[in-house]
């Protein structure tokens, strides 16, 4: 996963801050392993969007192989 | 697992055994590929498997007296696979396919007297593994007793290929040679052993004596010398002539080697077998003869008399569990991979995912001819992972935290029976049947309370079976303990289990406490006046796997149904060999494409519709499309007159709920207590269509956690919109997983459009 992009041109902005999401370096994590990944955020709060597809197909997939290592 | 450990149960499974016939064959030829072969129509393949093991095929293959077919399994069902004449087919139409190697030279000679086919064979044999090997005949050609076979059965031509091949493996021939004494003492000495050939008339001038061989070396008492081959008891055996000379040819082998002549030669020859496989349900298919028996068979009768085979294996546990054949494995190998697995420091530990497959429902070892506990293999290593922090955390989290609620003062309670201060009984529903059928866990209490003296208690929880499949030891040692200290507390009452997952965990684990089975107490006491509608088409009992070990409790369950005039209509995988409904050892949580397809699997063992006793079972196979009533569906009916085969699986979310409604119904109208445990967070009103229902189900997102995302969205503004639509997206993360939330508010609450999770952990996780 690491040195990978996900970004996506979206919809959802961020309600709090009245402002659209823009792709940023992010660190992500499990289980001691860290990858920086490129994902949309609210460049004010920080806000993280993880869309649906992601978290159900190559996040998920990352997990399981780390589960096993 | 250790080593020995391993050792035992690879011993113990049967399957890679030889066949029957392999094993009755003295050189063990490898009849199911051959017959696998010639039933596709593959004869090249055929004579490959006959030139891999089978010395001169073209002779052998022809006129083989066939011992392996009285141990045909086929023998059993109908007649014995034609062996000898598919072989004779084979080496008839097809010439040899493949040379088996010959090794380099290593030295070595050895003289081999007499030409009948141990000769040839010992001769070819030790040729094939480096030795020089002479024969030395007093014939003019080679052969033997061969030789006064007709030309019909075996044709001149099979034994000049068979010199033919002899020559290729460098074999010399001496034609000719006068057997004196002196000659023998020559070749004694000129060779580094010798073999005698007692299919040869002029070895009585020799004065060895040639006629009693050791039946295991073929020594015959002479340094050196072996013996073996010719006519027994006036009778000819082809396969015992090759027999002789391929264990001369290792005996000599071993000799040479100065190696043990004796050690580890169990299995040559003809040898017993442990394969075991059960013939019940073949059809019956009469042989196959040839329509001309001069020339034998057609490839076409080949083919049809090849494909009787019924390729004997084992695979009895394989035949009925899902999860074997998810992972293509019977145990042999099932305990290997585990064992790998348990082994691996740093890598990928690719059998986590079958270890935890396993329902551990014990219905492999009692198919199984030697026992082999899989389940509690599985288990141990499950326990070892957690031991070793290997355990994915994602395998059970669900489950656990769902018994986490259970024991939580959302659900668990103890009380003795309103208006009394001791319990000589104590009502233990389970966890599931509370949150799957809350209302008949209330009536049936009340029924209890009715027909039962002395006091009937009421205990909500969890019996801890989740943390025990988990492999969670010190989860379950403790769940057990909180268990005993209450029990005791309450002055150790007879237990009611309604749940036979229950009922098996407190019978292995709290041995010294009463317990008894709903069903043996239902069957003892005045049935309730008021019950449902007994359908009057037949219906078929689905016994739970965590009564495999329990007939008593099987039995009460039928008489039951008998006295309430069910008729019921039995299929052949209950009772002691039920299959598990996918709950069983958290298999639908850490595998749930799997699950789903054991339930599917248990739902179609009968055309019929199910009654079941275990709630997990009902709703599992009500999910997977059976229709399926619980047993106190008709004894306390509910007040919905819906068919109760049709009730839906409730869902996770909704089984939470019932248990904490149920418990909070029946502590303000039984005992009087008020209890409001409603949190926060809970009070927002939710809208969800049946069908994000299911989707938030499949991907265990419990009503619970959206609550929890909108609570702390709505509350810290904290969330994405679309300016579009208007909807809201939000996630939030409990404990270890983040959930996300798409949701709309409405009028009275907010309308849930979609829900998702994952476990890794972005920067500045709301918690």
Known sequence: MSNFSFIAETDWRCACCNKNLQASKVNVEYMGSVFNVELMVCPDCGFVLIPEDLALGKMLQVEQLLEDK | ?767
């Open chain 2, 1 to 767: 697992m250790d080593q020995q450990q391993l050792r035992n149960f690879e011993a113990r499974c049967i399957q890679e055994e030889q066949p029957f016939c392999t094993a009755a064959c003295p050189i063990h030829i490898d009849v199911r590929p051959f017959m696998a072969c010639i039933a596709k129509g593959d004869m090249r393949g055929a004579r490959r498997v006959l030139d891999r093991t089978m010395p001169f095929a073209d002779i052998v293959g022809r006129i083989c007296d066939q011992s392996c077919r009285t141990a045909c399994k086929r023998r059993e069902i109908d007649s014995p696979l034609a062996i000898g004449s598919l072989e004779r087919y084979c080496v008839s139409t097809v010439p040899a396919v493949i040379k088996p190697p010959k090794l380099p030279g290593k030295g070595g000679s050895v003289a081999v007297i007499g030409s009948g086919l141990s000769a040839m064979t010992a001769a070819l044999d030790l040729a094939r593994k480096g030795r020089n090997s002479l024969i030395l005949t007093c014939d003019e050609a080679i052969g033997g007793t061969l030789r006064t076979y007709a030309e019909e059965l075996l044709p001149a031509q099979a034994l000049a290929t068979a010199v033919e091949t002899l020559d290729f493996y460098g074999v010399s021939i001496q034609f000719g040679c006068s057997l004196t004494n002196e000659f023998f003492q020559t070749i004694r000495q000129d060779h580094d052993a010798v073999f005698l050939d007692r299919d040869c008339a002029d070895l009585h001038g020799l004065a060895v004596d040639c006629a009693h061989p050791d039946p295991f070396t073929l020594g015959i008492g002479r340094e050196g010398c072996f013996a073996g081959g010719g006519c027994l008891e006036n009778s000819y055996s082809v396969i015992k002539q090759v027999e002789d000379g391929r264990r001369a040819a290792l005996t000599i082998e071993r000799y040479l080697q100065k190696v043990s002549l004796t050690a580890q030669r169990e299995r040559e020859g003809a040898c017993p077998t442990r394969m075991y496989t059960v013939t019940a349900g073949i059809q019956s298919q009469q042989e196959v003869l040839p329509a001309d028996q001069q020339t034998g068979f057609t490839a076409a009768e080949a083919v049809q008399e090849a494909a009787r085979c019924i390729q004997c294996q084992c695979m009895e546990c394989v035949k009925e569990c899902t999860s074997l054949q998810e992972f293509h494995d019977y145990p042999k190998q099932l305990v290997r991979k585990i064992y790998n697995n348990e082994a691996i420091v740093q890598g990928t530990r690719s059998a986590n995912r079958m270890i935890n497959s396993c329902s551990l429902c014990g219905q492999c070892q009692v198919v199984c001819p030697n026992d082999i506990p899989v389940a509690d293999v599985c288990l141990a290593s499950r326990r070892n992972m957690v031991e070793k922090s290997t355990m994915p955390p994602s395998a059970h989290d669900f489950p656990l935290q769902d018994m986490e609620f259970s024991q939580s003062d959302f659900f668990a309670m103890t009380r003795h029976q309103p208006g009394s201060d001791s319990s000589r009984f104590l009502f233990y529903p389970g966890c599931q049947l509370a949150g799957s059928a809350p209302q008949a866990v209330e009536q049936t209490y009340l029924h209890l309370t009715q027909q039962l003296s002395g006091g009937v208690g009421l205990m909500f929880g969890c019996c801890g079976i989740p943390a025990h499949w988990a492999g969670r030891q010190e989860l379950f040692a403790k769940t057990m303990q909180d268990f005993l200290f209450e029990i005791e507390e309450m002055g150790n009452p007879i237990i009611i289990t309604a749940c036979s997952s229950c009922y098996s965990i407190f019978k292995e684990f709290t041995p010294n406490l009463s317990l008894s089975s709903l069903w043996q107490i239902l069957e003892d006491i005045d049935l309730p006046e008021q019950r449902g509608l007994i359908p009057q088409q037949p219906m078929a009992i689905y016994d739970p796997c965590t009564a495999r070990h329990e007939p008593e409790i099987r039995d009460s369950v039928r008489r039951l149904t008998k006295k309430l005039g069910f008729s019921i209509e039995e299929h052949p995988v209950s009772g002691e060999l039920a299959d598990c409904c996918g709950y069983g050892g958290l298999m639908q949580f850490a595998n749930p494409e799997l699950g789903g397809k054991t339930a599917r699997k248990k739902g179609q063992r009968s055309v019929h519709d199910g009654l079941a006793y275990c709630s997990m079972c009902r709703d599992n196979l009500a999910s997977s499309g059976k229709r399926i009533a619980h047993l106190l569906d008709y004894l306390f009916p509910s007040a919905d007159p819906e068919d109760p085969t049709l009730r839906r699986n409730p869902g996770f979310s909704r089984r939470h709920e019932n248990r904490a409604r149920l418990k909070q119904r029946l502590l303000t109208t039984l005992w009087h207590e008020e209890s409001d445990m409603t949190p926060e967070y809970k009070k927002n009103e939710l809208f969800i269509t049946p069908l994000i229902m299911e989707l938030l189900n499949s991907r265990h997102i419990l009503e619970d956690d959206i609550q929890k995302v909108i609570f702390q969205a709505e509350q810290t503004g904290r969330r994405l919109v679309d300016p579009e639509s208007g909807h809201f997206l939000a996630s939030y993360k409990p404990v270890r997983v983040t959930y996300w939330v798409e949701y709309e508010p409405g009028m009275q609450g907010f309308i849930i459009h979609n829900a998702y999770s994952h476990r890794m952990s972005l920067p500045g996780d709301v918690k």
